[in-house]
Structure formats: structure tokens, C-alpha cells
């Protein structure tokens, strides 16, 4: 027979795996799930105004996002995310921008 104690423990140890396990797999879902909401695309800063900078990227699409250290004419790669609308890119958005040197 189980002592209230042996029986907290195992309890316990039941909580913290399924929350171990719960855990992990939202982070390998959510890791999967990146690649198919998110592109790259290579833009040109057209325009910095303040903290708002301009981009167009290779196919024409111009894009304002927040930033700073840019300026015009620098070479940069828009990471995109699609908000899981492919065949619409309006409601795209800017995610994060990487200068290329």
C-alpha cells in the first residue's frame, strides 16, 4: 500500500514530465510551423525618416518598418512572415532585418 507521501511524489513526477513533454512539443511545432510562414527577401533602404525606414524589395514591393542604423542605399535581407496568407502579401510583415555586407 501507497503512503500519501509515495503517492505526492508519484503525482508530482506525472505534473512536472507532462509539462516537460507539453513543453516540448510546442517548441517543435512552433519551430516547424517557422518555415512556413516566413521568406527572405533581399531589399534595397529607399528612404529613412526618423525611426521609420523604407525598403523595396527585389520584385518592387516597398515596405516601412521601425528601425535604426540604416540608411539609404544599404543592401539589407527582409525576413517576412506571411501571416499564413500565401497568396495575399499585403497583410505580410517585416519581422527582422539584416544588413548584408
Excluded: P
Excluded at 527585389?58 to 540604416?70: A, C, P
Excluded at 496568407?85 to 555586407?101: A, Q
Amino acid at each position: 500500500m501507497m503512503t500519501n507521501k509515495r503517492k505526492e511524489d508519484s503525482l508530482m513526477k506525472i505534473i512536472v514530465q507532462t509539462v516537460i513533454a507539453t513543453t516540448v512539443m510546442s517548441i517543435l511545432l512552433y519551430c516547424l510551423s517557422w518555415g512556413n510562414t516566413h521568406y527572405v527577401v533581399k531589399a534595397t533602404i529607399t528612404r529613412v525618416n526618423s525611426s521609420i525606414i523604407t525598403a523595396t524589395d527585389e520584385r518592387g514591393y516597398v515596405w516601412d518598418f521601425e528601425g535604426s542604423g540604416l540608411h539609404r542605399n544599404d543592401k539589407v535581407k527582409l525576413i517576412m512572415n506571411s501571416q499564413h496568407t500565401d497568396l495575399y502579401i499585403f497583410d505580410d510583415t517585416v519581422d527582422d532585418v539584416r544588413l548584408i555586407r
